[in-house]
């Protein structure tokens, strides 16, 4: 069995997000990149279903510019023992693609590959859609299973555990030949070793185009877009808190139900 | 060389991943209980952090001290204990590489720099401290062994350790009349005594070694007879370069902790950093390690580079090490009286930093190489 991981380059979670000046999108110079972390999750429960000997290797995908590499390199260096192969889809035709497009780009990879098993994140931290994975399995035809926190892989089947929300939770079984979005819990990411990083340095990335996947270049790309971004704008100032003054705790306590109820109003 | 090469930051970005998820947790606890783990140890080697200048043919990186020394003070910027642990770990490699044979090598050299084995170097002894060249452990021919009896102080993973290498005296008075060995933790005539109580890196085990009829078979002698000093001496040189490395690592980490608070703190209506009392020590405390730094690097890629840079490296010793005892001590000050309390490191910081100036060579003993260097190049 193949596995394959889709690992999507983002902002650190702790990056201070500024709009640039046409509000087209975000400035980038001062951000420090990483994996998208629940794409983290995903990579993780790759790698441990190829050391556990279930699946027999593991393919890293990602769709991005050649700066994206660094983080395949994160991955492969994690992944190391589980030896990685890693590609990268990149081609002209493919600059403004909507999530519908980077989703047919995909699903053109995952099926040149011959990739059994996708596992990807259960979205992306930067634009938070949570699109393509879904698209992708409804391209490729295949079952999805999304917020999967705990995954058994026993021969041509699979049993995940998806989060419901208020403790819920939803048992689900599937042929192998899936989609799976991962959530936090599913397991703890490993770091990168020395020795990975080193070997991720000779590590061989493969590029591949409209071309080599075989797409009709109009099916993706701007031109082929239905969905457009219209402006980014920050979330507005949250108002600051109000320290209520008081002589004791009960005058404290009298001038914060006078406030809930008189300016507040939800008393 | 200045600053880190793209190598040197990635494995920089590990090291610190590392160190801070597998030795972060207990490294308070650690000290104040002075507990060793070497499950730690063997979980930092697991993340490639104890054979970082072993060569990949044995199992190692394959890289420089250049990039060794970006790992150590990753290393200790969370504990110094175990930064010490790694360096000294390192100490047997460093002398299998160099005059360990294919057999020596084969056997040792894999599972030291994969850190499934805890090597440590046993020179020091209760008579003989600066003056090392005075040992008195001897190891004595017998047939196709030789017998060790004497007592080693002070050593590092004493009781832990898997491998030592000992210094012991197979022939006359002085230097000349010292080899070195190879002796397995577990062999028979091998026992440990006291394990010291310290002021600082209470993490790290010092333990007294004790040889009563030790035979190990005359194969384990490194290099020749009578080139004992040489192999040790040789090391420390390396050795030095590692803990200026460490020391490093301590400064900044005690830089960290007392630039942050002096932002944070407010007397007098003012954050203290704008006092100049307290800005200009920080000032000071940056600008020293930034110095140390730029030795130890250059020790470093002389190392590198095959060029001769014991000189160098017992400046870098030097002045890296003082200026950790500086610089954690000013941070004590900078948090004023919550510095001298458990509750925040930088007290445990200056504890650590004090041992730096008196191990591999005291302080004294890196001025005397330097000023008798000084003597052989000015003397007429
Ligand atoms: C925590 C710790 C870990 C250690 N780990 C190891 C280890 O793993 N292996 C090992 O072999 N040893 C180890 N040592 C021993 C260490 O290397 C010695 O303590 C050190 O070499 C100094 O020797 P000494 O303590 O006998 O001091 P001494 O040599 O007695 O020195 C006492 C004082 O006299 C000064 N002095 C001595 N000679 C001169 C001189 N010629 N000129 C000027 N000043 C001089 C010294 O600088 C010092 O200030 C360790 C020590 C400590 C504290």
């Known amino acids: ?267 | 060389m200045f600053v880190d090469t793209e190598t040197q930051a990635d494995l920089r970005e590990a090291a610190r991943q590392a160190a801070e998820s597998i030795l972060g947790p207990s490294v308070k606890a650690d000290d104040e209980s002075e507990t060793y783990r070497k499950d730690l140890f063997a979980a930092l080697g697991e993340a490639g952090l104890c054979g970082v200048s072993t060569s990949e043919e044995f199992g190692g990186l394959g890289l420089g001290y250049s990039e060794y020394i970006v790992v150590l003070e990753e290393i200790a910027k969370v504990s110094s204990s175990y930064a010490v642990s790694v360096a000294v770990s390192g100490l047997p490699q460093v002398i299998l590489a160099a005059y360990g044979n294919q057999a020596q090598k084969e056997k040792w050299l894999p599972g030291l720099a994969a850190g499934e084995l805890l090597g440590a170097f046993a020179l020091s002894e209760p008579e003989s401290g600066s003056d090392a060249g005075s040992l008195s452990t001897t190891a004595v021919r017998d047939g196709d062994d030789f017998v060790l009896n004497g007592t080693k102080f002070w050593i590092t993973h004493g009781g832990y350790a898997d491998i030592y290498v000992v210094m012991a005296r197979t022939g006359g008075p002085g230097s000349k009349g010292v080899s070195a060995f190879l002796v397995p933790g577990d062999a028979e005539g091998l026992s440990f005594g006291k394990k010291e109580e310290k002021m600082g890196m209470r993490a790290s085990p010092t333990v007294e070694l004790i040889f009563e009829d030790c035979r190990v078979p005359a194969s384990s002698m490194l290099h020749n007879e009578g080139q004992g000093m040489h192999v040790a001496l040789s090391a420390l040189d390396s050795g030095r370069i590692t803990i200026a490395a460490t020391a490093n690592g301590l400064s900044q980490a005690a830089l960290d902790v007392a630039a942050k608070y002096a932002t944070e703190r407010r007397q007098f209506r003012k954050q203290i950093i704008d006092f100049q009392g307290v800005g200009f020590m920080l000032a000071d405390m940056a600008a020293d390690l930034e110095a140390a730094r730029l030795l130890v690097r250059k020790a470093a890629w002389l190392k590198d580079e095959g060029q001769s840079f014991s000189t160098i490296a017992a400046m870098a010793k030097l002045k890296a090490t003082d200026t950790a005892m500086k610089v954690t001590t000013d941070a004590v000050q900078v948090l004023g009286g919550y510095g001298y309390t458990r509750e925040y490191p930088v007290e445990r910081f200056m504890r650590d930093a004090k041992v730096m100036q008196i191990v591999e060579g005291t302080n004294q003993i890196q001025r005397l190489v330097l000023a008798r260097a000084l003597k052989r190049k000015y003397e007429a």
């Open chain 1, 1 to 267: 069995m193949k596995i394959g991981v889709l690992l999507k380059q983002v902002p650190a979670s702790d990056s201070r997000i500024k709009i640039n000046g046409d509000q087209t999108g975000i400035v980038t110079d001062d951000i420090k990149w990483e994996i998208n972390p629940y794409d983290e999750f995903a990579l993780e429960a790759g790698i441990q279903l190829v050391e556990g000997k279930i699946a027999s290797s593991l393919v890293l995908i990602s769709l991005g510019g050649k700066d994206a590499e660094a983080r395949i390199k994160d991955g492969i260096a994690r992944g190391v023992k589980a030896k990685p192969e890693a590609i990268r889809l990149d081609d002209a035709a493919f600059a403004g693609s909507d999530p519908l497009g980077e989703a047919r780009i995909i699903a053109a990879a995952i099926q040149k590959a011959g990739i059994d098993l996708l596992l990807t994140g259960k979205q992306a931290i930067d634009d938070d859609n949570a699109q393509v994975p879904a698209m992708v399995a409804e391209l490729l035809d295949r079952p999805q299973v999304t917020f999967v926190e705990q995954l058994e892989v026993a021969g041509d089947s699979l049993t995940a555990h998806r989060v419901m929300g208020g403790g819920q939770v939803d048992v689900v079984m599937s042929p192998v030949q899936a989609v799976v979005t991962c959530d936090k819990g599913l397991n703890s990411p490993r770091f990168a070793s020395l020795p990975g990083i080193m070997k991720a340095k000779r590590a061989k990335i493969a590029v591949w185009g409209a071309a080599d996947l075989g797409l009709d270049a109009g099916t993706v790309g701007a031109g082929a877009a239905v969905v457009s971004e219209g402006a980014y704008r920050l979330p507005a100032d949250r108002p600051s808190g109000k320290i209520i003054e008081g002589a004791d705790a009960a005058a404290k306590v009298k001038e914060l139900v006078r406030l809930l109820r008189d300016e507040a109003k939800v008393l």
